[in-house]
């Protein structure tokens, strides 16, 4: 049995503008400092680092962001759920057909998001994919993506050489290989396909159903 495991933002969709406006609300709240996730190449990053990054550049220390890092989370949780209803989520192309062959032949399909888990399965329910996720590893759940990757495989039940991790940053790449499993990337997001020349696969999008399948048999 294999597992597959997605990242979201520019590898299952389109980047979600109310997620930026979540980490300036959460900053405000728990911190009370004006700031913007642009101020951070934020890409590939957990919600958690990001927050960390951030912060640091307006005089924080890791102790006193870690203090208050559950408010700061809780904030960006429900001012997403208030703005995911009004916002347009779009998926790139193949992602629904990708995920009901997956299905079909019987494949594990998880997350592995630097998304906050509430953020990253709002996104899912958004486009309607929401059903096929059975695992998951969060930006909520620890800093370090490598971390994600090990937790899915944990919950899961399946070994590295199972486990597939598709993603379009480099971080994406990096963690599958700490974690021990293959990299697919996938040239949909910020990142061009020589960005991702870590890779074990590198394709241009999800849009071909059969050439992932090939991979995951091995054929590819």
Known sequence: MKLTLFDIDGTLMEF?????????????????????VNEINAFGLTDQLIILEVLRKHGLSEKEVM???????????RHFEEVIGSSIVKMLPGVPELFAALKEQGHIIGLVTGNLEPIAM??????????????GG?????LS?????????KKANVKPEDTFLFGDT??????????????????TGSHKKEDLAGA????????DTQKVL??????D
């Open 200 to 207: 074990d696969h590198i394709l241009a999008g999800l849009d």
């Open 16 to 36: 979600t503008e109310g997620h930026a406006e979540a980490f300036s609300v959460g900053f405000k709240e728990a911190y009370n400092i004006d700031a913007s």
């Open 145 to 153: 993506r490598t971390e994600l990757v090990k937790l899915a495989m």
């Open 214 to 219: 090939d991979i995951l048999s091995g054929k």
């Open 122 to 135: 709002a996104k899912m329910r958004k486009v309607g994919l929401q059903d096929y996720v059975l695992v």
């Open 138 to 142: 969060y930006g909520s759940d620890h």
């Open 67 to 77: 203090a208050n890092i559950d408010k700061c989370m809780n904030a960006m949780e």
């Open 170 to 187: 480099p971080l994406d790449i990096k963690a599958a290989k700490e974690a021990g499993v293959t990299a697919v990337g996938v040239a």
